[in-house]
């Protein structure tokens, strides 16, 4: 149910912020419905005087707005590098390896997260876990000057990609955060994720996809039977 699920994700969100985070400690925050629980977690932990000192580095114009009103200080990657990332994930493998970018930001939560000393926690309620990734479209971020072309070269590799429309302005395409637009592409199944993340950034225009391989460090996942913890080193 709905409730249940919004559960989880604020479960999620909660549990990963009083496991990994620190004070004094630079995080990147994620963007998304239960990455926002996380950010709202931290400054809630800041207000009560929990943690001190910790900066955060936003993945999205969304996030830096959430976490300016929850009174999370802000910088970027040109000033520092963040300790992890805690952001969500549309589809968790059992190795980890992720689906993003549903959210629309994932050049952004990509660069942050790989950025990011101990790498990226993923934060998700059970509906996200997959035996295998490929369950739903996979992301990926293109370059607005011949977006045909480049949706023309995915299809190529055995997907079907169709442009992301704007949802508040019908006849639009969906506009990243960095002037880009995102070709959504239905894989029957994804069963090497690696290699299938090096032919799409092989395509010129291609500019990110939402493979994340190898950048979650753990992930912390809630749902009925309560919350649970995997690390990268426990695979």
């Not at 496991?19 to 400054?43: C, H, K, N, P, Q």
């Not at 072309?149 to 506009?175: K, Y």
């Not at 391989?213 to 919350?227: D, H, K, W």
């Amino acid at each position: 149910m709905p409730g249940d699920a919004e559960a989880a994700k604020r479960d999620a969100g909660f549990a990963a912020v009083e496991r990994y985070v620190e004070s004094g400690m630079v995080v990147g925050l994620g963007t998304g419905s239960t990455a926002s629980f996380a950010v709202r977690r931290i400054g809630e932990l800041i207000a009560a005087g929990e943690l001190r000192g910790v900066v955060g580095i936003p993945t999205s114009a969304r996030t830096a707005t959430l976490a300016n009103e929850v009174g999370i200080p802000l910088s970027t990657l040109s000033e520092v590098r963040p300790r992890l990332t805690i952001d969500g994930a549309d589809e968790i493998s059992p190795h980890l390896d992720l689906i993003k970018g549903r959210g629309g930001a994932l050049l952004r939560e990509k660069i942050v997260a790989s950025a990011s000393e101990e790498g990226l926690i993923v934060v998700a309620d059970a509906g996200k876990l997959f035996d295998s990734l490929g369950a739903g479209p996979l992301p990926v971020e293109v370059e607005t000057f011949g977006w045909e072309a480049t949706l023309e070269a995915l299809a190529s590799l055995g997907c079907e990609p169709e442009l992301r429309m704007d949802q508040t302005e019908p006849g639009r395409p969906f506009v990243t955060d960095g002037g880009h637009y995102t070709a959504d592409c239905a894989f029957d199944s994804i069963p090497d994720p690696a290699s299938l993340e090096v032919e799409i950034k092989r395509i010129p225009g291609a500019l990110e996809c939402g493979l994340f391989i190898g950048l979650a460090r753990a992930a912390v996942v809630a749902g009925e039977a309560g919350t649970e913890i995997v690390e990268a080193s426990t695979r």
